[in-house]
């Protein structure tokens, strides 16, 4: 099941000051490029243990590759109880926006 929550586009999320960004690739494709003062916690990593890494009083925004993982991740992160915006499309739509 598809839980629809907030989402942003990389056009508007360029215009937002500072904010939480989280890339869910693995460390080596962080490593490759990412999106600017994003930082990284994988997949697995922060499903498992998002108590570890996050605070529900602030607000994540997540992307990974294409927008199909974060998406999963931001419906887990939800019913956890934490403040998620997934980014579309992923750092592919960042990529294509610069």
């Known amino acids: 099941m598809v839980i629809v929550l907030n989402s942003i586009s990389v056009d ?3 215009c937002l000051g ?7 690739r ?10 600017l003062n ?5 997949y697995n990593k922060l ?3 998002p108590e570890r890494y996050l ?3 602030n607000t994540y925004y997540i992307y990974c ?6 998406t999963q991740v931001c419906n887990i992160l939800h019913i956890k109880g934490f403040n998620v915006i997934n ?3 992923g750092y592919e739509a960042w990529v294509l926006t610069e």
Do not use: V, W
């Open 12 to 14: 508007d999320l360029r």
């Open 18 to 24: 500072s904010i939480n960004i989280i890339d869910i």
């Open 26 to 35: 693995s460390e080596e494709k962080y490593n490759d490029n990412h999106i």
């Open 38 to 42: 994003a930082y990284n916690i994988p």
């Open 47 to 49: 499903i498992n243990n």
């Open 55 to 57: 605070d529900r009083d």
């Open 65 to 70: 590759q294409k927008g199909i993982k974060s």
């Open 87 to 89: 980014i579309i499309g």
